[in-house]
């Protein structure tokens, strides 16, 4: 097949933001449904990648190939089972974040869908990119339509919060920058061929040494994306800042790129320091379990609570991701998925609120349950998802990661089940705050229940939420071989430095890169002796 | 035998999803025709596959039937798949039978309510949890019922969500029984890694085959007990269950008594080789139980609150339950589940019948002499009461002193005493609620006399058939004293149980045991009466004479303040005392202070580029001399 479908999916929405330079601004409308209509042939397009995608090898599948600048610099892309769900992901909520700022964004409606689909396809380029180069250059260019979202439409503070997501994410990612050169020149002094292809780096078996400062530079760089404790600050301030469909791309799809950066590059590239660190990576996430659910609790305004929340899921991910075994894994990739949806979905929900009652405190609502009963209901199922309840999809998540936790460490596993139950605490608490109570404020009993737009673009999430509750096999099962090369790959180098250590003599300072092209030769063999 | 009974539980999934989505649009009496309808259908299929395994050979037990696979992922399989035994079928036939006969009765108490159809969709979306529940094959598919009731019970607690006493109640229920969930979690993963199966049958054989340690086992059935105090309202996780008769009368009869509340008696049965293998964890789950069913009892006592006295009663007599499992006699606890399930649902019913005739009202201090305005509700209500305190020939006498017995024959003596001491509570406060509601001086509002009438058709019928199980349903298991197999029940359940130590008594001891138990049950209404009809100013007496005691008692032992003041408010305050200090300040100070500093060091360095020539050409010439001076010295 020689259509580059990956590639169309990919550059589809920038594209059609092409298309808007022959619209007239005037023509919101016609602006909206543009940017609509292109939403959904890409989803439509990414469900044939869905449906092609094959689940028994873990080899990446649609690959595309091209040089692009010379020096190893190349277009490089393709998915594995891993990136294909959260490219779905990403197409998925698209459309519906078109919808959910159909009323509450008047201002400038050109510009931002320009930079709505800009920012969608910086972000499934992170998710397909194959080239270190190309990845970093995807990872980058997604910040600045997002720095517009938050800059132009979002809240009293959004300078602030712009420019605080900004600039704390950049700082990570110059370090990572400055160690993908580090790989590069190392895989050239080594190979003697200049590459940014990943692949060539899973076969280069570093110094341990060197592993640690490349390790930190990633993970840094990830960990600030995620947001793991203690990096997290900014977080509630650009969700508090964002604009409703902000929110929604940022903790639906955003966050995923760190957790995805640790599986497909941290971990696999630099498996001896990722294993040195992980005792620590895993206490940062299990303390960000628990202090995110503590904040969330206390928090008076209700997308800070959500924001929190986040924090909390994501350190279960977290720590399922450093739990390194298949359960934990796709546990790990599946609750993504989840905390996709039903922290998106929690976030059009308060959306829905704020257009109606222009606040975000909870003690400016209560009793809104009587005034809208199918909001109600809708709210709801949201956030049973998010707490984990079974016949959703949050339930197959959350056991599976805390059943990989379990394999590795049974106490943190114990602790980490502690989100079960604050989870349900500070959701139910707000849920009660807000929805449930006398309708006392008189401001409420003007609401109206949800329009049939707004149905519309929950009733997909709340479907999808019950069909991944009940069926997660065929999503388990496209990820299956990928997590096992995935975890072949991290375990790898185990068997040689554990096993054969005495046989090598790594020198241990400067001269780490001569020692590296004996370290490779070895890694190689040792791969294809398994 | 055939394998329908997978519909038992799909056919309310059905009628819950149908009334969910399009239930404002329809009629209320087809709403109830529905519901009911499908709760009827459940039932006919249970019976029917009742039937059928009567048929087969206890050999052929359990029969499986496997819809698809759920999970699956490495070492962790769970498939969506129902089993029907014995010890199911006793389950769906009561979820069932007494869930059909409270639909029916909500027609009645539920009809002017505005939210009409959001009960009934509850109320079926209930019923399928708990036949998911009872009858999953496997231990992750039993946790999704086991959340789902806990869900319904959180939405029906919460029913009437406009007062806050509601909406608090239920999300009180719901965290609490998350606690025990989170055991309940703790343990099946424990139960995965070390079995490698969810499955029951491969549980109870690897376990009987004792492959795994003593320890393991012990820890395994401590962490699933955790789960079943939470559900089942066991200390220390019963709190929640007084607070949940803020919900409607029927929930507090289906949910709160009959059937959801005994979901952690079901599990401890259904995974009994864990209690016999581990006499220690036996042990705590009987102990747990008795005090339990003194200290519920004794909460009772000063209640006046009709439904609240009916709620720890329940608290109690689930505690005896759990005595019955604990002891080894997982068949005689099952039993008093059965026969509890149609006595209290009764007096629930009852009770509702009397806050309908009364325009709501729920303060026995305000009722009394109801006896000849209720000719239906009062000899049910009656009925109940008996059945309860264990006045022979009536369903609770035959249930509790099976329990009863087996304590004592298993050498038990202190649960024996507890359990025995909890039996005079019963039939004291259940009588005192009897007499206070139905006899004595009328103490009725005048509003609400005006109103006085008893219940529709639809709602006495109820309470007449499950009036008529309460006294017959005890003769399916007759006490070994009557002859070898008169104990249908325990003979019927008994291929499902791990065989344990089975003590026997003589005979002599036997029916010594069992004049015990009915001079006590007799003794505790005969207290009642004295105090609540004859002479009505003892209780005032005793009161005044310990007043700290009674002060406790009204207070519940003040454990709700307890709970509040060492786990919530804690929880609260410490968490907004590390949010204002620790990550605005700390945290997010440091980044912030990054920021500031990055900008100062900027500004400050900015002075440097003055743009001025000679500024310039000074630093050259400092510089020039700086280095000469190095390079001389």
Redesign the interface.
């Known amino acids: 097949m020689n259509i580059p479908i990956l590639s169309i999916i990919t550059f589809l929405p920038a594209a059609g933001s092409l298309l808007f330079i022959f619209i007239n601004r005037k023509q919101k409308n016609l602006i909206r449904y543009t940017a609509l209509f292109i939403g959904i042939i890409n989803f439509i397009l990414s469900l044939f990648l869905f449906f092609q995608f094959s689940g028994q090898t873990g080899d990446p599948q649609f690959v595309e190939k091209a040089e692009w600048m010379g020096y190893g610099i190349q277009y490089h892309i393709g998915i594995d089972g891993i990136s294909l769900l959260l490219v779905l992901l990403t197409t998925f909520l698209m459309p519906i974040v078109i919808l959910s700022s159909w009323n509450s964004i008047q201002e400038k409606v050109k510009e931002y869908h320009i930079f709505m689909l800009l920012l969608v396809t910086g972000i499934l380029g992170v998710f397909v990119s194959l080239n270190l180069f190309l990845f970093y250059v995807f990872w980058e260019a997604m910040l600045i339509p997002m720095y517009f979202l938050i800059g132009i439409w979002g809240g009293k503070r959004k300078i602030y919060a712009t420019l605080?997501f900004v600039?704390?994410t950049m700082f990570g990612s110059l370090l990572m920058l400055v160690a993908i050169f580090a790989l590069y020149s190392i895989f050239y002094k080594t190979a003697g061929s200049y590459s940014f292809n990943l692949f060539d780096y899973y076969q280069l078996v570093l110094n341990p040494n060197i592993q640690i400062w490349l390790f930190l530079a990633f993970g840094l760089a990830f960990a600030i994306k995620v947001p793991m404790f203690?990096f997290?600050?900014?977080l509630p301030d650009a969700h508090v800042e964002a604009p409703t469909a902000g929110s929604v791309i940022l903790a639906g799809v955003l966050l995923k790129m760190g957790t995805y950066g640790f599986l497909r590059f941290a971990l696999p590239l630099f498996p001896d320091a990722a294993k040195k660190f992980i005792p620590y990576l895993a206490a940062l996430s299990l303390i960000g379990i628990i202090?995110g659910a503590?904040?969330a609790?206390?928090?008076k305004d209700v997308k800070s609570l959500v924001a929190y929340s986040s924090v909390s899921h994501m350190g279960l991910i977290m720590l399922a991701v450093f739990a390194l075994?298949?359960?934990s894994l796709?546990?790990a990739v599946y609750q993504m998925l989840n905390h996709g949806l039903s922290t998106g979905a929690l976030f059009l929900c308060v959306g829905i609120l704020y257009e109606r009652a222009h606040t975000r405190l909870i003690k400016d609502y209560g009793?809104v349950?009587?005034q809208m009963?199918v909001f109600a209901?809708f709210f709801l199922i949201c956030m049973?998802s998010s707490v984990g309840?079974?016949?959703l999809n949050g339930?197959?998540g959350e056991?599976?990661c805390?059943?990989g936790i379990?394999?590795s460490s049974k106490l943190l596993?114990?602790l980490g089940?502690?989100t079960?139950?604050l989870g349900?605490?500070y959701l139910?608490?707000m849920y009660?705050r807000v929805?449930?109570?006398?309708?006392e404020n008189k401001k409420i009993m003007t609401f109206k229940d949800l329009n049939k737009r707004e149905i519309g673009f929950l009733v997909p999430i709340i479907i999808l939420m019950f069909f991944m509750g009940?069926f997660?096999?065929p999503f388990?099962r496209k990820m299956?071989a990928s997590v096992h090369k995935l975890l072949n790959q991290i375990h790898r180098s185990e068997t040689y430095f554990v096993d054969k250590e005495t046989a090598i003599i790594i020198p241990e300072s400067a001269s780490g890169i001569e020692s590296d092209s004996q370290i490779k030769e070895k890694g190689i063999e040792s791969e294809n002796n398994e | 035998m055939s394998d329908i009974f997978w519909l038992i539980p799909l056919i309310p999934a059905l009628s819950t999803l149908i009334l969910a989505v399009f239930g404002d649009r329809l009629p209320k009496k087809y709403i109830s025709f529905q519901a009911c309808g499908a709760v009827f259908v459940s039932f006919l299929i249970s019976l029917y596959s009742f039937i059928g395994l009567l048929n087969i050979s206890p050999e052929q037990y359990p029969v499986v039937k496997n819809l698809f696979t759920w999970i699956h992922s490495g070492n962790f399989q769970a498939n969506l798949s129902f089993q029907f035994d014995p010890l199911t079928a006793v389950m769906t036939l009561v979820v069932t039978a007494v869930g059909f006969l409270i639909h029916v009765y909500s027609i009645g108490y539920m009809a002017e309510d505005r939210s009409y159809s959001r009960f009934f969709t509850l109320m079926n979306l209930f019923t399928f949890s708990m036949l998911i529940l009872v009858m999953a094959s496997n231990i992750v598919l039993m946790f999704v019922g086991w959340e789902g009731v806990g869900f319904c019970s959180y939405m029906l607690i919460g029913f009437w969500f406009e007062k806050h006493s509601a909406a608090n109640a239920g999300k009180k229920a719901f965290i609490v029984n998350r606690i025990g969930d989170a055991g309940f979690l703790i343990g099946i993963m424990f139960i995965i890694v070390s079995i490698g199966s969810t499955e029951f049958a491969n549980i109870n054989h690897a376990v009987a085959g004792g492959s795994l340690s003593p320890g393991l086992v012990t820890l395994i059935a401590l962490l699933l007990f955790v789960g079943a105090t939470g559900k089942s309202a066991q200390i220390p996780l019963y709190v929640w269950l007084p607070d949940a008769m803020e919900g409607p009368t029927p929930v507090s009869a289906l949910i709160h008594a009959a059937t959801m509340v005994t979901a952690g008696v079901y599990m401890v049965a259904r995974l009994n080789v864990f209690y016999t293998m581990s006499e220690a964890a036996g042990f705590i789950v009987a102990l747990i139980g008795a005090i339990t069913a003194v200290y519920a009892a004794t909460m009772a006592l000063t209640q006046n609150d009709i439904k609240r006295v009916l709620a720890y009663s329940t608290i109690s007599q689930i505690g005896y339950m759990f005595i019955g499992c604990g002891v080894g006699a997982f068949a005689a606890g099952i039993f008093h589940l059965y026969t509890h399930a149609f006595f209290k649902s009764l007096l629930f019913l009852a009770a509702g019948s009397v806050m309908h005739a009364l325009s709501g009202e729920l303060d026995m201090r305000k009722m009394g002499g109801l006896k000849k305005y209720m000719p239906y509700t009062y000899p049910t209500f009656l009925i109940g009461a008996i059945a309860i305190a264990g006045v022979p020939f009536l369903s609770g006498f035959f249930s509790k002193d099976a329990i009863l017995t087996a304590a004592f024959a298993n050498g038990q003596y202190v649960i024996w005493a507890l359990g025995l001491s909890g039996a005079v509570l019963t039939a004291f406060y259940m009588f005192r609620l009897i007499f206070l509601t139905f006899h004595g001086k009328e103490r009725i509002q005048p509003e609400a006399k005006k109103h006085l009438h008893e219940s529709p058709s639809v709602m006495t019928v109820p309470l007449s058939i499950l009036a008529f199980f309460s006294v017959v349903a005890g003769y399916a298991g007759l006490p070994v004293v009557l002859g070898k197999n008169v104990n249908w029940f325990q003979n019927f359940l008994s291929p499902l149980m791990h065989p344990g130590h089975e003590a026997h008594l003589n005979l002599t001891t036997e029916w010594l045991l069992i004049g015990v138990s009915i001079v006590v049950a007799l003794g505790g209404i005969w207290i009642a009466y004295l105090f609540y009809l004859r002479n009505p100013q003892i209780p005032h007496r005793i009161a005044a004479r310990f007043p700290f005691l009674y002060k406790l008692l009204v207070h519940k032992y003040y454990v709700d303040e307890a709970y509040d003041t060492v786990f919530v408010k804690p929880a609260i305050k410490g968490s907004e005392f590390v949010y204002q200090k620790f990550d605005l300040n700390v945290i997010d100070g440091a980044v912030n202070k990054t920021a500031a500093g990055s900008g100062w060091l900027g500004k400050t360095l900015s002075y440097l580029q003055t743009g001025l020539i000679k500024d310039y050409a000074l630093v050259f010439l400092l510089g020039t001399i700086i280095l000469l001076g190095l390079l001389i010295f």
């Open positions: 605080k600039i704390f203690p997290h600050t900014w202090y503590l904040m609790l206390i928090q075994n298949l359960e796709e546990g009793g349950s009587r009963p209901a049973l309840l079974p016949g339930f197959v056991v599976l805390l059943f379990f394999q596993a114990i089940v502690s079960i139950i349900a605490a139910l608490w009660q929805m449930q109570g006398p309708l009940i997660p096999r388990l299956d």
